[in-house]
C-alpha cells in the first residue's frame, strides 16, 4: 500500500501517519529523515545533498526524487509507504510519478487531512501548552510565527498537488477537524477502498 499524505502543517499528519504504521507495519518516510539518512549514509545522492546543504542550499527536486527513490527500494518499504510532506510542489508530483513508473510502481492513495486553517494557530499553541505541561521539548514549527509562516509556504507551494491527484482520480479527502479517532476511522475506510480498487 503506497500512500500519500497532504494537508497543511499542524493538520495532524504525523499522528494519523503512525497509527497506519503501527496497523499495517509499512514505514513512514519523511523527506528530511531520508535526507539525513542518506547524508550520513554516504551514498551517492547523500553526498551530492550534502554538498548543497553545506553551501546553505535548497536540495534540488532531482536529488529529493533520487533519495526517495532509494529509500523505497529497502526490504522494509517493498509491501508500501506512507510519503508525509511529499511532494511538496507539482514539479515535485510530476517526478516523482514518473519515477514510479519507471520502477512498475504506482501511488495506491493520496490522503488530503481538510482542516480549517483559521482554527490551526489555536491548535499549534495548545499543542505547545501541553508540550509545556508534560515537561517535554516544544516543538520549534510550533511557535505561532514559524507557523503562519510555513502555513503561507503551503498555500503558495503545496496546495496546488491536491487537485493534480484529483484529477488522476486518486485524492480522497478527510475532515481533520474531527475527533483524532474518528479521522482514523475515516482515513481506514478510504483506504479499504483504494485497496478494493486495486
Known amino acids: 500500500m503506497r500512500l500519500i499524505f497532504l494537508g497543511p502543517p499542524g493538520a495532524g499528519k504525523g499522528t494519523q501517519a503512525a ?4 496497523k ?23 553526498q551530492k545533498a550534502k554538498v548543497v546543504m553545506e553551501a546553505g542550499g535548497l ?17 522494509d518499504a517493498r509491501k508500501g509507504f506512507i510519503l508525509d510532506g511529499f511532494p511538496r510542489t507539482l514539479a515535485q508530483a510530476e517526478a516523482l510519478d514518473s519515477m514510479l513508473e519507471s520502477k512498475g510502481l504506482k501511488i495506491d492513495s493520496v490522503l488530503e487531512l481538510v482542516v480549517d486553517q483559521s482554527k490551526l494557530v489555536d ?4 499543542r505547545a501548552a501541553e508540550a509545556r505541561a508534560a515537561g517535554q521539548p516544544v516543538r ?7 507557523f503562519k509562516t510555513r502555513l503561507e509556504a503551503y498555500n503558495r507551494d ?5 487537485p493534480y491527484y484529483d484529477k488522476r482520480g486518486q485524492l480522497t479527502q478527510i475532515d481533520g477537524m474531527q ?10 475506510a478510504a483506504l479499504g477502498e483504494a485497496v478494493q480498487a486495486r
Open 123 to 126: 491548535r499549534i499553541v495548545k
Open 179 to 188: 475527533p483524532i479517532d474518528d479521522v482514523t476511522r475515516a482515513i481506514e
Open 140 to 146: 520549534k514549527d510550533d511557535d505561532p510565527e514559524v
Open 158 to 162: 503545496t496546495a496546488i498537488v491536491a
Open 24 to 46: 499495517h507495519g509499512i514505514p513512514q518516510l519523511s523527506t528530511g529523515d531520508m535526507l539525513r539518512a542518506a547524508v550520513s549514509a554516504g551514498t551517492p545522492v547523500g
Open 59 to 75: 536540495v534540488s527536486d532531482e536529488i529529493v526524487i533520487g533519495i526517495v527513490a532509494d529509500r523505497i527500494e529497502e526490504a
Open 19 to 22: 497509527r497506519i504504521v503501527a
